[in-house]
C-alpha cells in the first residue's frame, strides 16, 4: 500500500466544513470501514468530473485493480465481493470473478478492463487456438508458467 504522506504521487487537500458536517462524514467513513482520504478521492473525482474535465484526470487515472477499489469503495461495498479492503490495500489480488464483478459494477469498457488487469497482474496476455495462456512478468517473458483453456 502507497504511503500517501510520503509519496510525490499525494499532495494533502484541506478545507473548512461545519463542524457537523465534519463529525457526521467521520463517523460514516468509520461506519463504513473507509478511510477519509479514499472518500474524499472519489468525491473529488466525481466534482471534477462534473465540470467536464475528466479527461484531464487520465494520467491520475486509477491504474491497478487496488486504485479502482479504493477510489471507488462506497460504490462497491454492496456488489458482493469480498476482501474489499485488503484489494484496496494492495494485500490480496481479486479472482477474476471478482474482477469481472467489480469492472462490471463500475461499467468498464473492455480496454479499461485489459489494461486495468495487465497493469494489476503485470502478464502478457497471448490468445491461440488452445487458450489463453498468461505468462507471469518477470522483466521477461516465460512461457508455460501457467496456462489456462
Known amino acids: 500500500m502507497t504511503d500517501r504522506r510520503?509519496?510525490?504521487?499525494?499532495?494533502?487537500?484541506?478545507?473548512?466544513?461545519?463542524?457537523?458536517?465534519?463529525?457526521?462524514?467521520?463517523?460514516?467513513?468509520a461506519r463504513e470501514g473507509l478511510s477519509q482520504s479514499d472518500v474524499l478521492e472519489e468525491i473529488l473525482y466525481e466534482w471534477v468530473a462534473s465540470k467536464g474535465v475528466s479527461h484531464d484526470l487520465e494520467s491520475?487515472?486509477?491504474?491497478?485493480?487496488?486504485?479502482l477499489v479504493r477510489v471507488n469503495m462506497p460504490k462497491l461495498k454492496r456488489c458482493g465481493v469480498?476482501?474489499?479492503?485488503?484489494i484496496a490495500k494492495g494485500e490480496v489480488l481479486?479472482?477474476?470473478?471478482d474482477f469481472a464483478i467489480i469492472t462490471?459494477?463500475?461499467?468498464?469498457?473492455?480496454?479499461?478492463?485489459?489494461?486495468?488487469?495487465?497493469e494489476?497482474?503485470?502478464?502478457?496476455?497471448?490468445?491461440?487456438?488452445?487458450?489463453?495462456?498468461?505468462?507471469?512478468?518477470?522483466?521477461?517473458i516465460k512461457e508455460g508458467e501457467c496456462e489456462y483453456s
Open 6 to 29: 510520503r509519496s510525490d504521487e499525494y499532495k494533502q487537500v484541506s478545507g473548512y466544513v461545519p463542524s457537523t458536517l465534519a463529525r457526521t462524514f467521520k463517523s460514516i467513513c
Open 60 to 67: 491520475c487515472a486509477p491504474r491497478t485493480v487496488a486504485d
Open 82 to 86: 469480498k476482501n474489499l479492503q485488503a
Open 94 to 97: 481479486p479472482t477474476p470473478g
Open 104 to 118: 462490471s459494477a463500475l461499467a468498464l469498457t473492455e480496454e479499461e478492463r485489459k489494461m486495468i488487469w495487465q
Open 120 to 140: 494489476t497482474y503485470k502478464v502478457s496476455v497471448e490468445s491461440g487456438l488452445s487458450g489463453v495462456k498468461l505468462y507471469k512478468y518477470t522483466g521477461g
